[in-house]
């Protein structure tokens, strides 16, 4: 095949899938620029008079998703900041130190990624009443941590592993100590790493519904919470709710664009082992 | 060869981001302001309460909170509570959560007697099932406590009996109707009388006038009746058809689902969607039926009564001024049967004795017909309730006044229903309701979509159902 | 610079640790670990524990809301009224093939859209950015969208699209076969991205010279993919399958948004038919036991895949 033709079909398979991924987002954007009339018109317009009134109620009205959005950075970055505080040195001690029950209590931390939401919905918003921490914001992030806590840990693990062990074995008979090597030798090397867990973690903790909708309340309501208020039983405004899902998703989304770089190569240096020689 | 950086930020691009940013900031900080003073209805005027020969601040400095869902009339109370808190001294906080959530967020509250809410919305099919836990409060000792209620001043005896009785279990009251609706056809005044046609009295003209309409080349539909899977969605249209077929749901103490008439009633669902009904239809709840037909897309549909606001909404509906309205068409029994869907305010049993005073308070606030009134004419804001719980509002020549532009006979037809087509046994009210009503409305779609025949869904509904009864 | 004195995948969980020291200082090293480790794992004991002994207790009573006055213990009954009960066999064979197609599909998608991009000159930038979109959208958010703007018949996407082909229009949650295979659909839309992502990373880090060596040997396309790529690549597969095989076992945001388990029990997979049970039967002691029924096949999926991934 020539290598033109090829080139073009590549390209026009390449653009296909750019559409599938992007479509239903931009599609959302669109709708938000929408009146509610334009919403239900059939065939579906491309071609509409846009109207900055959805985003106006959305973020001014009195259904304003700002303190909302709020909520969300509270809950989403405390929660991050102490995954990555508690399961940056936890990753370390599993992946290159020995410890008393190392292996046991290892499992133990795959094991309790695997706990369903479903089962836990109840137990969780018990033990919140009782400690008066129902609707609270520590109350939540500590809820939050009991699933981003394995999966940081678990993905650092793999990360402190590719540390070639000649580095950290010249950094640690510096006599600098140990806190220093580790501060300065061995962290900057899972740089990546970090940044990917950090994204990942604030990805989970941002999205978060079920939990978010049943231990929280008036105070801690993260904005896919208040987006449903959009949902009424009488009547869904659509073009508001996409103005609020793209409220919703902005800062996640400016997140992972500034990152992007980042993931793509944090994913590398975890998965690919041995492809170097 | 280094790839160029697609992500970096040119930097008049980042200056302007920032400076969008400090914009975005400044208008956030200035937010709560404007969202304070659209808050206060102004209208602070408490003599029509304190005509009332009761100490509105006996519980004075209580708080208690509220769980609605996100909704009009609801929305009109809250912009209210201000006044509440004026009057009585008690500070009210309101909840909205997703009508989805609300159930069970109010059943985890009750149920762990941790008191969190002191009242909430509550689906009068519930009832049964939170008495049997003992989780709210009779209302009887609070209507006869003279220190507690002006019986003449609240006259709970106006509210709708059916209402009132869908809020009973076992012969006392447990919840105040709040905001209710009834069923009705809604139908295209002008299409009909394009053909000769008039809103349907029977179930088989219902169908007729439907095959008259009906002409899917230009999207115009003959129908439309809920088809989403759900208790309080297919599940909620179903059992008018199954009473007016003549079905009951017991049989002695059993529950019977399977009868010849249930599913004669079934087929007529069946076959009414399949043939007049815009394909979409099995997914579509209400709010998507009034959207269809105000969009102009369906001759006919029976639902909600409040739906009209919708109807009537000038931003999205084509149809204003083209809206007919009427009872239920009769079945086979000469019966018509509405819906008694209302929603009420009970009382949480894990409250403390203050906080109770300060609830029942709040609800008698509430249900009264002056806080009726200013949720409705008498509100500052567009949307003016139409779901009232009084005999007398409905009467009153304000709410005649303020719904004369619906359509013909919009109050006439409703006002009708509420009086004398409704059936407190419309749905069998027992405690598993819940899960009954799941088993139903998943053998419904099952036969609303062609998966199973109607008497197939139907007895595998019941032995499910007698699974569940059995425990 | 040599950096890896790994073997290509002999990784353990849990590899050898560094052995320099005397045993002397292997005290204070041990210290050092533990207080490195146990403020994790203190906090995991704490919010885990709890619920997990509440879960078990649970399911092992009879807790059912609706009828109160049946409450009791219940010992293994529960467990056994699930061996009889249709509806859970019918949402464990759901959740195999929703999890199987799921990966399935992912990871061969994923794979070939990274061979792709590979060749295409420029844009691979924007493919790299539009990948990320539906990795950063709550599921919530896209089983709601999907329902709506993308499958609702008549004026949906996919619908419009059907009819526009001359397929015709199809409802496409509505219909129980239809509605499994969207839910597969809306979760492989959504993830796939995640494994193109890695494997495309994975890809564009393999040394060229080794397939400059292959095709001067005269090997054909398929051959130097089967043969050299493959096998390069293969530790990010393991991983990309690892991870969303335990997403997919885990997966209710969407599905319940979009389908809610239905049309019927059409979509109803375990996860999904714990939570009817519990939320809206009502029957607390039978959703606890599915829940730990769910957890067990979880563990005993993810300990046969880490063990795969460790050998070899």
Known sequence: MPRRVRTLILVALAA?????????????????????????????????????????????????????????????????????LLAIPAAYALARL???????????????????????????????????????????????????????????????????????????????????????????????????????????????????????????????????????????????????AMLAMAPVILLGLLAQRHIVKGLTVGAVKGARR | ????????????????????????????????????????????????????????????????????????????????????????????????????????????????????????ATDPMYYPLYVSNKWIDPLDTYLRDSALTDAAWFNHDDIFKAWRDADSYEGKPYAV????????????????????????????????????????????????????????????IYPSLFKEFGGNWFSGKKVVVNSPEAVRALDWYVDAETKYAPPAVRNWNWPDIADAFSQGTLGCYIDAHSSASVLVNPEKSKVIGKIGFARWPKGPGGKRVTSIWNWGFPINAALSEKQKKATW????????????????????????????????????????????????????????SLEQDTDVDWR?????????????????????????KSKEALDEAQARIDQILKG | MVRDQHQPGSHNVFPAVINTRSSRKSVSDRAFALLLFL??????????????????????????LSMPWRSGFAGVDNYVKMGADPRFWNSLWLTLVYTASTVVLQVTLGLSLALLVLRIPRGQAALRIAAILPLVLAPVVVGLFWRTLVLSPDVGLVDVVTRALGLGSHNWLGDPQLALISVIAIHTWQWTPFAFLVILAS???????????????????????????????????????????????????????????????????????????????????YGASLAVVLLAITLAVSLVMFRVRRAR
Request: proline content about 6%; glycine content about 6%; charged content about 15%.
């Open chain 3, 39 to 64: 403020p994790a794992l203190v906090t995991l004991i704490v919010t885990t524990s709890a619920p997990l002994v509440y879960l078990a207790w649970t399911s092992a009573m009879r807790i059912d």
């Open chain 2, 428 to 452: 069998p009210r027992v405690p598993q309701w819940p899960a009954i009503g799941d088993t139903m409305a998943t053998a419904i779609q099952a036969a609303l979509v062609g998966q199973k």
């Open chain 2, 177 to 236: 109707p709040y905001d209710g609706e009834v069923t009705v056809q809604v139908y295209r005044k002008d299409l009909y009388d394009a053909k000769g046609l008039k809103a349907a009295d029977t179930l088989d003209d219902f169908l007729k006038n439907a095959a008259a309409i009906n002409d899917p080349g230009n999207r115009v539909y003959g129908l439309a009746l809920r088809g989403f899977a759900g208790a309080g969605q297919n599940m909620y």
């Open chain 2, 361 to 416: 308070l709040f609800i008698t606030w509430a249900a009264s017909a002056e806080t009726q009134a200013r949720t409705s004419w008498k509100f500052a804001g567009p949307a003016k309730r139409t779901g009232l719980n009084r005999v007398s509002l409905w009467k009153s020549p304000d709410f005649v006044a303020m719904t004369k532009d619906i359509g013909p006979n919009f109050v006439e037809a409703a006002l009708t």
């Open chain 1, 16 to 84: 296909l899938l750019l559409a599938v991924w992007a479509f239903p987002v931009l599609w959302a954007l669109l709708t938000s620029f929408k009146t509610e009339r334009d919403v239900l018109a059939y065939p579906p317009t491309l071609i509409f008079e846009p109207t900055l009134r959805n985003y106006r109620d959305v973020l001014f009205g009195s259904a304003s998703l700002l303190p909302n959005l709020a909520s969300s950075i509270i809950v989403a970055g405390v929660s991050t900041l102490a995954t990555l």
């Open chain 1, 98 to 244: 020995e410890f008393p029950g190392r292996r046991v209590s290892g499992f133990y931390i795959l094991a309790t990624q695997m706990l369903p939401p479903v089962g836990l919905i109840i137990p969780y918003y018990l033990v919140l009443q009782k400690a008066g921490a129902l609707d609270t914001y520590w109350g939540l992030i500590v809820i939050y941590l009991t699933f981003s806590l394995p999966f940081a840990i678990w993905l650092m693990v793999s990360y402190f592993e590719d540390v070639p062990r000649e580095m950290e074995e010249a950094a640690l008979l510096d006599r600098a100590g140990r806190v220093r090597a580790l501060w300065y030798v061995i962290l900057p090397q899972v740089r990546g790493g970090i940044a990917v867990t950090t994204i990942f973690v604030f990805l989970n903790a941002w999205n978060e519904f079920l939990f978010a909708v049943v231990l929280g309340g008036n105070r801690v309501r993260p904005v896919t919470v208040a987006m449903f208020n959009f949902i009424s039983v009488e009547q869904t405004l659509w073009a508001k709710l996409a103005a609020g």
């Open chain 2, 1 to 120: 060869m280094k790839e160029r950086d697609s992500t970096t930020l040119r930097r008049p691009a980042r200056r302007r981001v920032l400076q969008q940013g400090a914009a975005l900031g400044a208008a956030a900080l200035a937010a709560p302001y404007v969202l304070r003073s659209a808050h206060a209805q102004s209208n602070a005027d408490i003599a029509p309460y304190t005509q009332a020969k009761v100490n509105w601040r006996q519980a004075e400095g209580a708080e208690i909170a509220v769980a609605v869902i996100p909704a009009s009339y609801f929305d009109n109370l809250i912009a209210l509570g201000s006044q509440f808190e004026a009057l009585t001294g008690v500070r009210v906080r309101f909840e909205k959560v997703p009508p989805g959530q609300i159930r069970q967020k109010a059943m985890l509250d009750l149920s762990s007697r941790t008191a969190t809410y002191a009242t909430s």
């Open chain 3, 203 to 285: 890809l564009s880090s393999l040394p060229p010279d080794v397939f400059e060596a292959a095709r001067i040997d005269r090997a054909n396309a398929w051959q130097r993919f089967r043969h050299i790529t493959l096998p390069l690549i293969r530790p990010a597969l393991v991983i990309v399958v690892i991870m969303r095989t335990m997403i997919a076992l885990s997966a209710f945001a969407a599905i319940f948004a979009a389908t809610g388990g239905g049309p019927g029990t059409a979509t109803e997979i375990l996860n999904l038919y714990a939570y009817r049970t519990s939320f809206s039967e009502l029957n607390l002691g």
